[in-house]
């Protein structure tokens, strides 16, 4: 390598000349550390110092375009946008929530749970099912899911938390809990999806005709929090 070349590309490790056999041949796959050194220096040898690519200039004509939506929550319907105030307030009430939940976290995360206690691993699916609902509960629903002629008995077995029970409740509170667990700094993935969530929040408030004043007060909420608490302020309501 030219004097000139060893000043833009400097070595990272000193390798001075191999001593190696006289039947040295450098096609064969390396058989000791020293080969592969030499191996390496023949290579580098080989390349030349400047590469000019090949590029198509009609290629360049064309301009490409990218399609990224950056769009922001709609405006709430006129009357019903939350003051700053009102903003600011609900922001301090939910870090007061997330701050008692960490206390609690901590707490019992430093208690040791009873000997005959043995938690499923994450991926256990089944574990989990029987660690929520017990022995008992999960054997019933199970037997009972296996005959698609026998209807479930709940009035025996209970309701447990399926997805078909917890889609009928107030699903704000839901994920109200959900933001509330969230931690801090957000994962790329979480980012993206309480935006969509705000936007779709801002999409239904939009689309409201009773003008409910509850259950827009309610994703009023959940835009706030995930605009002004997790900073995405450019989905933020303009205050009133």
């Given at each position: 390598?030219e004097?000139?070349m060893e000043?833009l ?6 390798v001075g000349d ?7 041949d450098?096609t064969v796959?390396p058989r000791?550390?020293?080969?592969y050194l030499?191996?390496?220096q023949?290579?580098?040898?080989r390349?030349?110092?400047v590469v000019?690519?090949?590029?198509d200039p009609r ?7 990218v ?11 006129e009357?019903?946008?939350?003051t700053?105030?009102?903003q600011?307030q609900?922001v301090a ?8 939940l960490?206390?609690h976290r901590n707490?019992w ?6 000997s005959n206690v043995?938690?499923?691993?994450s991926?256990?699916e089944e574990?989990?099912?029987k660690f ?5 509960v999960?054997?019933e629903?199970d037997a009972?899911?296996?005959?698609e002629?026998?209807?479930i008995?709940y009035?025996?077995?209970g309701?447990?938390p399926?997805?078909?029970i ?7 509170r ?5 933001l ?9 993935e979480?980012h ?5 969530l705000a936007?779709r929040?801002s999409?239904?408030?939009a689309?409201?005709?009773s003008?409910?004043?509850?259950q827009?007060?309610?994703?009023n909420?959940?835009i706030c929090?995930?605009s ?5 302020r ?6 009133s």
């Open positions: 390598m004097p000139g000043e590309m400097p070595r990272l490790l000193p191999c001593d190696l056999a006289e039947d040295f450098p796959p000791t550390p020293q080969e030499k191996r390496v023949i290579e580098a040898a390349c030349p110092d000019v690519a090949q590029i290629k360049l004509k064309k301009k490409p375009t399609n990224i939506s950056i769009s922001g929550c709609q405006p709430a319907p009357g019903y946008s939350p700053l105030k009102w600011q609900q009430n939910f870090s007061a929530v997330r701050q008692s960490n206390k707490h995360r430093s208690q040791h749970l009873d043995t938690m499923p691993k991926e256990d574990g989990w099912k929520c609902l017990g022995e008992r999960y054997s629903i009972l899911s296996d005959n002629n026998l209807g008995d009035l025996k077995v309701f447990p399926l997805l078909s917890v889609s009928r409740m107030n699903q704000g839901w994920l109200y809990a959900l509330a667990c969230l931690e801090k700094p957000l994962l790329p979480a993206s999806l309480i935006r969509q936007r929040c999409e239904v408030r689309l409201e005709e003008k409910n004043e509850e827009i007060s309610a994703l909420l959940i929090l995930v002004r608490y997790f900073d995405q450019d989905l933020a309501d303009e205050p």
